[in-house]
T-cell receptor
Framework: RKEVEQDPGPFNVPEGATVAFNCTYS??????FFWYRQDCRKEPKLLMS???SGNEDGRFTAQLNRASQYISLLIRDSKLSDSATYLC????????????FGSGTRLSIRP | NAGVTQTPKFRILKIGQSMTLQCTQD?????MYWYRQDPGMGLKLIYY???????DKGEVPNGYNVSRSTTEDFPLRLELAAPSQTSVYFC????????????FGDGTRLSIL
């Protein structure tokens, strides 16, 4: 089992739709979690951190489920500009060598 | 605010050549990282540094070397380029520990022919 797994997609949804995707992790000792967004041929950019209590930033909501070892990202009222690859990042311990990036989920929003 | 700056943006090397990928940050971050990203894959950590004079290996360090003589700079050295090192290389930095988000440079696209 991979340490961090994401559905590669692509998810192809119409503008205005709600879309959600998950990221599972294998290390139960993982301590911090992030979602990054990566546009084609660009660098990853932080979308949001994922806290135990969950967090929301405008149309984006992130949740952490420690019991089932996954994090989720929900995008409401999707925009064309949301088209990108979404990377989950899991920090599995106290060393930077334990920072694991998922392979990403591709999202395409159609008009 | 420049953030994390990487040079060069593109480079083609011949097998066996060497080169240094430059990375500098102006945010006074202690932690710096080098990743490689192959097509359709996630980022793999090559080396990281928790401060000037301190470096450590990541998941895929073979074929690379780093140094951290200042807080700002974290160059990555390829000594004997191999086709397997064809990739996009990203440098990143973060303010605190591993629970802090990372800021990325815009990458170096490297081809080894």
């Amino acid at each position: 089992r991979k340490e961090v797994e994401q559905d590669p997609g692509p998810f192809n949804v119409p503008e205005g739709a709600t879309v959600a995707f998950n990221c599972t992790y294998s290390n139960s000792a993982s301590q911090s979690f992030f979602w990054y967004r990566q546009d084609c041929r660009k660098e990853p950019k932080l979308l949001m951190s994922v806290y135990s209590s969950g967090n929301e930033d405008g149309r984006f909501t992130a949740q952490l489920n420690r019991a089932s070892q996954y994090i989720s990202l929900l995008i409401r009222d999707s925009k064309l500009s949301d088209s990108a690859t979404y990377l989950c990042v899991v920090n599995g311990g106290s060393s930077a060598s334990k920072i694991i990036f998922g392979s990403g989920t591709r999202l395409s929003i159609r008009p | 605010n420049a953030g994390v700056t990487q040079t060069p943006k593109f480079r083609i090397l011949k097998i066996g050549q060497s080169m240094t990928l430059q990375c500098t940050q102006d945010m006074n971050h202690n932690y710096m990282y080098w990743y490689r990203q192959d097509p359709g894959m996630g980022l793999k950590l090559i080396y990281y540094s928790v401060g000037a004079g301190i470096t450590d290996k990541g998941e895929v360090p073979n074929g690379y070397n780093v140094s951290r003589s200042t807080t700002e700079d974290f160059p990555l050295r390829l000594e004997l380029a191999a086709p397997s090192q064809t990739s996009v290389y990203f440098c990143a930095s973060s303010y605190g520990g591993m629970d802090q988000p990372q800021h990325f440079g815009d990458g170096t696209r490297l081809s080894i022919l």
